[in-house]
């Protein structure tokens, strides 16, 4: 089991920035990804930016030159920084993580965090 708690958002203006944090617990060590995924009222959850264990990052085109995600492995937390927020960026940001054992997928969600860009 995999326990993931997400901080970090509020309100910003546009043009602003946040960094968003998810502490993960539990079964560390199994974990081989992690990353942000953020839904908006009346849309789909769409996948924000990845990081592999090894490093390797993953980012939607919209976030590209904005969103930078990255990790700590000593306090086993991943961030995301938003810079350049916009309005369309307004979601429920939420920390996934991904595990695989005996060659099954497995995925956790933290519970989200609020982000609201307006003026």
């Known amino acids: 089991q995999v326990q993931l708690v997400e901080s970090g958002g509020g309100l910003v203006q546009p043009g602003g920035s946040l960094r968003l944090s998810c502490a993960a617990s539990?079964?560390?060590?199994?974990?081989?990804?992690m990353g942000w995924y953020r839904q908006a009222p009346g849309k789909e959850r769409e996948l924000v930016a990845a990081?592999?264990?090894?490093?390797?990052?993953k980012y939607a085109d919209s976030e590209k030159g904005r969103f930078t995600i990255s990790r700590d492995n000593v306090k086993n937390t991943v961030y995301l920084q938003m810079n350049s927020l916009k309005p369309e960026d307004t979601a429920v940001y939420y920390c996934?993580?991904?595990?695989?054992?005996?060659?099954?997928?497995?995925?956790?969600w933290g519970q989200g965090t609020q982000v609201t860009v307006s003026s």
């Open positions: 996934n993580a991904e595990l695989i054992r005996d060659v099954i997928l497995y995925e956790y």
């Open positions: 539990g079964s560390i060590s199994s974990i081989n990804a």
């Open positions: 990081i592999t264990s090894g490093g390797n990052t």
